[in-house]
């Protein structure tokens, strides 16, 4: 007898120390107290510090991040940094979403103001960046960095703006990018068009159709194969943004509003499946690259970043096809279409960096020290002549070595290649006419789904389903649920934003007493059923 309750005790007690370790469980869960900047850096003690990056399965990207970590450790030893490369910002995203409630996020990250958004929904798990910036020790061109460090006035301003969001700079930018239509020039001119000087939508669509044209055995005729799309874009996301700022659309408010889903949207809408209906007209997720396309002579106009440039063209570096399907034609490059050549615009993308906070603020300045590093000449300068990418530094951009590489263009088709450089040119000269969307928690949703409307419309025509009325409608209601825009934002009519309440995760205190209650509650339970069985 008094061995059961020996036992009974004992399994009391096991329940409440579950209890009290669920207690300190959740009362952690509010997260890290937020960053503090140190006096000074430590340089006695040892940081090691993770660096989670994105590359396109280019071997000179790897070898920057790789060379930029080797000269890094060396000015700063007691630093040591590990790399971490994937080759998709989704897969980024997902990984550190998954990562925070664990607190197991990476030092630094590349990535995207959209995914940082939703990143600052664990408490202070991004470091806001005033501070930092602007110490007179190790800030942006601070007198302790032990390389030569830009000052803040030495960022291009629109690039270090893109970063700011919910009162607070959450990143620096790295690189920068925008989309370019390549254009097989040679089978514009076949079919009896000259490219104007700024690209609009009508002139896209027009040639496209005429493309069309076939002979008796089904091989168009301005390339001679069965195997034509004139015109194919990559991200279907950018295509939506892009037209809907060109017509003046609405898209989203900064407080988060959601305005896609309007009649204007689906008079755009209508008109790429217009085209998608011909064959005039497909995306990359339902075609493939259009790399490949206008290389083989089977695309007339294909719309990708400039960073994708060393995959276009019949000399790129990096071509995906067997040189037997090469075609050779002159390429040419362009913004993407407008509608309105007089007030061009055109979106600005590219990764940023961002740094992730840790218990320990002098591993938190050690990440920055390394995030910054990034900003410097060598690697600037490095990493924007691998792909079409432009530095974010006034500094790199003035730099002999940046003009140096510039002039070269055409002198080769490897570092040189004419492709590359002149899609660079085309950002470094529209920087003014660049634009960004809003970024709160939820932007990253609201992107996605911007392209899937193109996706789905698209799908539908090919596969001859009727596209009306009704069926927009329906396509509105099954993205935003599919994307949970509906508990992001409201349309046009429904209440003001000002009137919605953010409830936020719950502050600690509650979560404790929560956490309290329920312990309390199983403890109770415990004591009844051991009172009765006694009793028994």
């Known amino acids: 007898m008094q061995a059961g309750q020996r036992g009974k005790r ?84 997902n990984d550190v979403i998954t990562n925070i409630a664990t607190n197991t996020t990476p030092n630094v990250c590349i990535t995207y103001p959209d995914h940082i958004a939703t990143y600052l929904t664990g408490a202070n798990q ?30 291009i301003p629109q690039y270090l703006e893109e970063c700011a969001f919910g009162g607070h700079y959450y990143a620096i930018p790295y690189m920068r990018s925008t989309e370019s239509c390549y254009i ?63 017509k003046g659309i609405g898209y989203s408010t900064p407080e988060g509003e959601i305005l896609l889903f309007s009649d204007a949207t689906k008079e755009l809408l209508e008109t790429i499946a217009a085209h998608a209906e011909t064959g005039a007209f497909s995306t990359f997720k339902i075609s493939s690259y259009p790399a490949n396309f206008l290389n083989a002579g089977q695309c007339i106009f294909a719309i990708d970043s400039t960073a994708g440039a060393t995959w276009m063209g019949s000399d790129a570096p990096l071509i995906d096809i067997s040189a037997d399907k090469l ?13 309105d050549p007089e007030n061009p615009r055109m ?83 529209n920087v003014e006419n660049t634009f960004v969307t809003p970024v709160f928690n939820g932007s990253a949703s609201l992107r996605d789904a911007a392209g899937q409307l193109i996706e789905n419309t698209v799908k539908s025509v090919r596969r001859s389903q009727t596209v009306d009325d009704a069926y927009y409608a329906k396509l509105y209601e099954d993205i935003a649920s599919l994307y949970r825009l509906d508990q992001l934002g409201r349309q046009s009519g429904s209440a003001p934003a000002a009137e919605r309440t953010e409830l936020g995760p719950l502050p600690g205190p509650a979560v404790a007493l929560i956490a309290a209650l329920v312990c309390a509650w199983v403890l109770i339970a415990l004591y009844v059923i051991s009172r009765k069985r006694k009793k028994k």
């Open 126 to 155: 991004v470091v806001p960046l005033e501070e930092l910036f602007d110490s007179e020790k190790y800030g942006l061109g601070g007198s302790e960095i032990k390389y030569d460090s830009p000052g803040r006035e030495e960022i």
């Open 327 to 339: 075609v050779e034609f002159e390429t040419e490059v362009m913004a993407v279409p407008q509608f």
């Open 184 to 246: 097989n020039k040679t089978y514009v001119e076949k079919l009896g068009y000259k490219l104007p000087d700024t690209l609009t939508w009508d002139f896209v669509w027009e040639v496209s159709e005429a493309a069309l044209a076939a002979d008796e055995e089904g091989n168009y005729l301005v390339n001679g194969q069965k195997v034509l799309i004139p015109f194919i874009y990559k991200s279907t996301d950018n295509m939506m943004i892009q037209q809907l700022r060109q």
């Open 347 to 429: 979106i600005s993308q590219g990764p940023s960096v961002c740094i992730f906070n840790k218990r320990d603020p002098q591993e938190v300045l050690a990440s920055w020290l390394f995030a910054q590093y990034l900003l410097t000449n060598e690697v600037q300068i490095a990493y924007s002549q691998t792909e079409g990418y432009v530095p974010v530094t006034e500094k790199a951009r003035q730099s002999a070595e940046y003009q140096d590489y510039l002039s070269g263009s055409g002198q080769d088709n490897a570092l040189h290649y004419d492709v590359k450089i002149k899609a660079t040119r085309l950002l470094l000269e």
């Open 10 to 93: 004992r399994r009391v007690l096991a329940a409440a120390a579950i209890c009290i370790f669920l207690l300190t469980g959740c009362h952690g869960s509010r997260g890290l107290e937020a960053f503090v900047m140190p006096e000074t850096f430590d340089t006695t003690a040892q940081y090691e510090i993770t660096f989670w990056a994105k590359n396109d399965t280019n071997k000179a990207q790897t070898a920057i991040y790789e060379q930029a970590i080797a000269d890094f450790e060396e000015l700063y030893p007691n630093i040591t940094v590990n790399l971490r490369l994937y080759t998709d910002y989704g897969k980024i995203y």
